[in-house]
C-alpha cells in the first residue's frame, strides 16, 4: 500500500516534469549561444493551443505535435529577431514575447476552453523495461513523449560535448568576438539555437494540452515556463542535470495530490505555492554558489554581439 | 614572402594608409613601428583580410592575391595574435585550437588533437600543455596558446600586434626566442610595435610608418634609437625627461598591513605596506592583474578594505567613502578614461562639472562660472575640444587624458591616484601628460603612478614598488636598479628594500 503510492508519485512526477524538460532543454540550448530568452512561458502557451487546434480539426495528436514545434519556432524567431538583429535588450524582448503568447493563445483558444479531445498521447509501457521493479513502474510506463525527452536529453549532451558544431555553439555563447575570428558564423548560430529552442518550448506546451492534461485552459501552463528558465540555472546549462531538476519539480508539483489522497491535510493553496516556493530557493542557492564557484553562466549571456564594437 | 605594394585605403576622412609599401621576406623578424594612429593596424587589417585596400596590390610568394575575408589571410598562410587574445576561456588549449579549423571531423577525438597540438609545441619550443583550460593560463602562455593555434592552421606569415604589452621583461625575452626560431625555420614574422628598445634589440628590418605614409625601412643593425625617433615623430624629441630633484614633505598617504578582496572574492592585496610623501612620484610596477586596479580603487575609496589601514594626512580614512576621499584631497585618474573617468555622452562642461558640482551650495548650477572654468582649462592644458558642448566621446584619448586630469588638477589635489595615464597616448600628448604630473609634484602633491611601461616608470618616479600576486615585492630607488632587476620582481622574485 504505501510502496505503491510512492511508485505513483514518482511515475507522475516524471510525467509533470516533462513539459518543464523540453522546455529547460531548449532554454538551454539558446542560452548555450549566449541569448536569453524569457519568453519559455508564451511559447509554451502558443505550442499548448497549436496544439490542441491541429489534433482537434486532423485527429492526429502527431500533427498536432509538429504545428506546436513549427508555431514556437515562430515566435522564437520574433525574439531571434529582436535580439539578434537589432541587438534589442534580451529581457524586455523576452518578456515581451510571453506577454504577447499569454495574449495570442487566450485569444485563439477561446472557444476551445472545456471541448474534450480523443486523439491524445496515450501511455505505451516499453516491454522488457516496464518490467524492471520500480524504474519499470517510474520512467517506463509512459508516453511516447517522455521516451523522446529521455532521448533529447543524451542528444543534447552528446551534441553540446561532443560534436564540433556543439563546440562552435558553446564558444559563440562564451566569447562571440572569438568565435567570429575563427571563421563561425555567430549570426546564424545564435539564430538557429533561438529557433530550435522555441521549437522545443512548443513541443513542451503540446505536451500539456495533448498529453499531461489532455484540454485547453487559458494560461495552463501555470508558470511552468518560468520554472523551466529557473531550471537551466539550476542544471548549470547541463542537460543531464535539467533532468533531474525536472523530476524533482514534477514530483513536487504532483505532491499536493498525493497528499491527499493518503489523507494528510493541507490547505491546497500551499502546495500549489510549493514548486515557485522551490524555484526561488533553488536561484537563492545557486546564485551564490555560481559566486563563489566556477560553474559559472556562458560568458556573453544577453550581451548582443556587434562585430563593429570588438 | 609577402609585399604590400603602394597600398592606400580611405575612411570617412580619414586617409588611413596614403600608398604605403611594406614587404617581408622568409626568415626575417620585420618590426612595424609607429605611433598611435600611424596606420599599423589598418595596414595589417589589410594583410588580414579584415579590410579591403582601395588600391594598391598585395603579392605573397610573388603572386598577387585578393584577400577578402580573414578566411581568404588564413588559405594564404597569414595568422595574427591580436593584442587582446581571441580565445574562449572555459575550453582546454586544445579545443581553441580547432575551433571553426576546417577538415576536423564533426564527432572528434580530442585524445589525438591533443597529441598534435602537443607535438607542434615541442617542434617550436612553445612549452603548453593542449588539455589545460585557458583561464587556468598565465598570459604569457596564454600568448603561447595563440601562436601554436596560427601555426596549427599552417600560418607561413605571423603577425603579432604589441606581443610584449602584457609580458615581463623575461617572458618577453622567451617570445623573441621563439619567434627567432621560427623565423629560422623559415616563417615570416611581422611584429607591430612601439617600443622602440625591443626593436633594436631583437628585429632584423624596421618599417616606421607616421601619419599613414611610409617613412622608411631600415636594417636593425644599420639605425638608432634616435634615428627612429626622428622618423616616428617626424622631428627629434628630448627623449630624458628633464626632472627636478625630488624635495619630499610630510607623509600624505599610509597604508598600513592593508588587504582587500578582488571582484571574484580572492585577496587581490595582501598585507601592502607603502607611504606616499608631498612632492614626489611613487611608481607601481606589475604585470597588469596583479592588484594594481584594486590599489588604485582602494585608495579612491571605490573598493572595501578588509584588513589593515589607510590614512591620508595622518588622518585614519581606512572607512572613507569615495566622497570624503575627494574632500581629503584625494584625486583618482583611472585606467579607463571614458567610462570611470568621463561620462561619454556628456560634454566637456559638464563633465568638468561633474566633480565640482559640491561648489554650487544653492543647488542651482551657474552656467556661466562652469563655461568660464572649463574654457580655462581648455585653454590652460591645450585641449582641442572643437565644441564644448558636443559629447566629449568625440575627443581623441590623449584630449580626453588632458581634460580629466585638468579637471582633477584644478582641485589642488593632495594625491593623485593614475592608472595608465599615457596608454594609447601619441608622443606630443604624452610629453603634456609627463610635464603636468612633473608640475603636481613640484607644487608638492604626492603622486601615485601606475604603469606597465618601465620606461615610462623608470623617468618619472622617484621610488618605484613592484606588485607581484597582490604583494609588494620590494620598493626600490629607480636611479639605483636595472630593468633586470625589476623584471625579476615582477615574476615574483623578492627584493630587500632601499630608497
Given at each position: 500500500m504505501e510502496q505503491s503510492i510512492w511508485l505513483a508519485l514518482l511515475s507522475t512526477g516524471v510525467v509533470a516534469g516533462t513539459p518543464i524538460l523540453f522546455a529547460a532543454l531548449g532554454e538551454i540550448l539558446t542560452e548555450r549561444a549566449g541569448i536569453l530568452n524569457l519568453g519559455v512561458e508564451g511559447m509554451m502557451l502558443v505550442g499548448a493551443v497549436t496544439g490542441f487546434m491541429v489534433t482537434m480539426s486532423t485527429h492526429n495528436q502527431w500533427m498536432g505535435l509538429l504545428m506546436?514545434?513549427?508555431?514556437?519556432?515562430?515566435?522564437?524567431?520574433?525574439?531571434?529577431?529582436?535580439?539578434?538583429?537589432?541587438?534589442?535588450n534580451q529581457v524586455v524582448s523576452g518578456l515581451a514575447l510571453t506577454i504577447f503568447g499569454t495574449g495570442l493563445s487566450g485569444f485563439l483558444g477561446k472557444d476551445l476552453i472545456g471541448v474534450p479531445l480523443t486523439d491524445t498521447f496515450k501511455p505505451i509501457p516499453i516491454a522488457g523495461l516496464s518490467e524492471i521493479p520500480w524504474i519499470g513502474d517510474i520512467l517506463f510506463k509512459h508516453?511516447?513523449?517522455?521516451?523522446?525527452?529521455?532521448?533529447?536529453?543524451?542528444?543534447?549532451?552528446?551534441?553540446?560535448?561532443?560534436?564540433?558544431?556543439?563546440?562552435?555553439?558553446?564558444?559563440?555563447?562564451?566569447?562571440?568576438?572569438?568565435?567570429?575570428?575563427?571563421?563561425?558564423?555567430?549570426?546564424?548560430?545564435?539564430?538557429?539555437?533561438?529557433?530550435?529552442?522555441?521549437?522545443?518550448?512548443g513541443a513542451a506546451g503540446a505536451y500539456l494540452s495533448l498529453a499531461y492534461a489532455p484540454s485547453w485552459l487559458e494560461n495552463m501552463t501555470a508558470g511552468r515556463g518560468w520554472i523551466a528558465v529557473a531550471l537551466v540555472i539550476f542544471g548549470t546549462w547541463n542537460p543531464l542535470r535539467a533532468f533531474l531538476g525536472s523530476f524533482f519539480f514534477g514530483t513536487i508539483d504532483v505532491m499536493g495530490f498525493t497528499m491527499q489522497t493518503i489523507g494528510i491535510q493541507i490547505p491546497s493553496f500551499f502546495l500549489k505555492m510549493l514548486p515557485y516556493i522551490f524555484t526561488i530557493a533553488v536561484l537563492i542557492v545557486v546564485t551564490r554558489e555560481t559566486k563563489t564557484r566556477r560553474v559559472a553562466s556562458p560568458e556573453a549571456l544577453s550581451i548582443p554581439y556587434n562585430r563593429e564594437e570588438r | 614572402m609577402v609585399e604590400m605594394i603602394n597600398i592606400t585605403k580611405r575612411f570617412p576622412g580619414i586617409l588611413a594608409n596614403d600608398r604605403v609599401s611594406f614587404s617581408v621576406k622568409a626568415g626575417e623578424i620585420h618590426a612595424l613601428l609607429g605611433e598611435n594612429g600611424a596606420g599599423k593596424s589598418t595596414l595589417m587589417s589589410i594583410l588580414t583580410g579584415l579590410y579591403r585596400p582601395d588600391e594598391g596590390e598585395i603579392r605573397i610568394q610573388g603572386t598577387p592575391v585578393d584577400l577578402q575575408s580573414p578566411r581568404d589571410a588564413v588559405a594564404h598562410g597569414i595568422g595574427m595574435v591580436h593584442q587582446h587574445f581571441k580565445l574562449v576561456k572555459p575550453f582546454t588549449v586544445a579545443e581553441n585550437i580547432i575551433l571553426g579549423l576546417k577538415g576536423i571531423k564533426e564527432v572528434y577525438n580530442l585524445k589525438s588533437i591533443d597529441e598534435s597540438v602537443a607535438q607542434l609545441s615541442r617542434e617550436y619550443g612553445l612549452h603548453i600543455q593542449p588539455d589545460s583550460p585557458i583561464w587556468q593560463l598565465s598570459v604569457g602562455e596564454q600568448q603561447r596558446a595563440e601562436i601554436v593555434k596560427i601555426l596549427f592552421r599552417g600560418a607561413e606569415i605571423l603577425i603579432l600586434d604589441e606581443p610584449t604589452a602584457v609580458l615581463t621583461p623575461q617572458e618577453a625575452k622567451d617570445l623573441y626566442k621563439t619567434l627567432r626560431k621560427m623565423a629560422d625555420l623559415g616563417k615570416a614574422i611581422i611584429v607591430i610595435s612601439h617600443k622602440l628598445s625591443e626593436v633594436l634589440a631583437h628585429t632584423d628590418a624596421i618599417t616606421v610608418l607616421r601619419g599613414g605614409r611610409s617613412v622608411g625601412t631600415v636594417r636593425t643593425k644599420e639605425t638608432s634609437e634616435m634615428e627612429l625617433t626622428r622618423m616616428m615623430v617626424g622631428r627629434p624629441v628630448m627623449l630624458e625627461t628633464v626632472k627636478n630633484p625630488v624635495n619630499r614633505s610630510s607623509k600624505v598617504l599610509e597604508l598600513h598591513n592593508l588587504s582587500a578582496l578582488g571582484n571574484r572574492g580572492q585577496f587581490a592585496l595582501k598585507e601592502i605596506n607603502l607611504d606616499i610623501y608631498g612632492g614626489e612620484i611613487v611608481g607601481i610596477a606589475g604585470v597588469a592583474g596583479?592588484?594594481?586596479?584594486?590599489?588604485?580603487?582602494?585608495?579612491?575609496?571605490?573598493?572595501?578594505?578588509?584588513?589593515?589601514?589607510?590614512?591620508?594626512?595622518?588622518?585614519?580614512?581606512?572607512?572613507?567613502?569615495?566622497?570624503?576621499?575627494?574632500?581629503?584631497?584625494v584625486s583618482y585618474v583611472p585606467e579607463d578614461r571614458l567610462g570611470t573617468g568621463l561620462v561619454p555622452n556628456?560634454?566637456?562642461?559638464?563633465?568638468?562639472?561633474?566633480?565640482g558640482v559640491q561648489r554650487m551650495p544653492s543647488g542651482f548650477i551657474n552656467w556661466k562660472q562652469v563655461a568660464q572654468e572649463t574654457a580655462e582649462v581648455i585653454k590652460k592644458y591645450d585641449i582641442k575640444v572643437p565644441n564644448p558642448k558636443n559629447p566629449v566621446k568625440m575627443l581623441s584619448g590623449g584630449n580626453l587624458q588632458k581634460l580629466l586630469l585638468g579637471r582633477e588638477i584644478s582641485g589642488k589635489p593632495r594625491l593623485i591616484v593614475t592608472m595608465y595615464p599615457m596608454r594609447g597616448l601619441d608622443v606630443g600628448a604624452m610629453e603634456t601628460i609627463r610635464s603636468l604630473l612633473l608640475q603636481e609634484r613640484d607644487r608638492g602633491a604626492a603622486v601615485l603612478l601606475i604603469s606597465e611601461e618601465l620606461e615610462e616608470l623608470f623617468a618619472l618616479s622617484d621610488r618605484l614598488a613592484v606588485l607581484h600576486g597582490g604583494e609588494v615585492m620590494g620598493v626600490v630607488d629607480p636611479h639605483k636598479t636595472t630593468f633586470e632587476d625589476v623584471g625579476l620582481m615582477m615574476a615574483g622574485k623578492r627584493m630587500a628594500a632601499h630608497g
Open positions: 506546436a514545434i513549427v508555431a514556437g519556432g515562430l515566435m522564437a524567431l520574433i525574439h531571434a529577431f529582436l535580439s539578434i538583429t537589432l541587438r534589442a508516453d511516447a513523449l517522455v521516451y523522446i525527452s529521455y532521448g533529447l536529453i543524451f542528444i543534447l549532451w552528446f551534441f553540446l560535448y561532443r560534436t564540433k558544431t556543439g563546440l562552435e555553439l558553446r564558444a559563440v555563447g562564451e566569447n562571440p568576438a572569438a568565435a567570429d575570428a575563427a571563421g563561425i558564423n555567430v549570426f546564424a548560430i545564435r539564430y538557429a539555437c533561438v529557433i530550435a529552442g522555441g521549437m522545443l518550448a | 596583479n592588484g594594481q586596479r584594486e590599489l588604485a580603487e582602494v585608495v579612491a575609496g571605490l573598493r572595501a578594505i578588509e584588513r589593515g589601514q589607510k590614512k591620508v594626512d595622518g588622518n585614519d580614512l581606512t572607512l572613507a567613502s569615495p566622497k570624503q576621499m575627494i574632500q581629503a584631497g556628456l560634454n566637456a562642461m559638464e563633465n568638468y562639472l561633474l566633480k
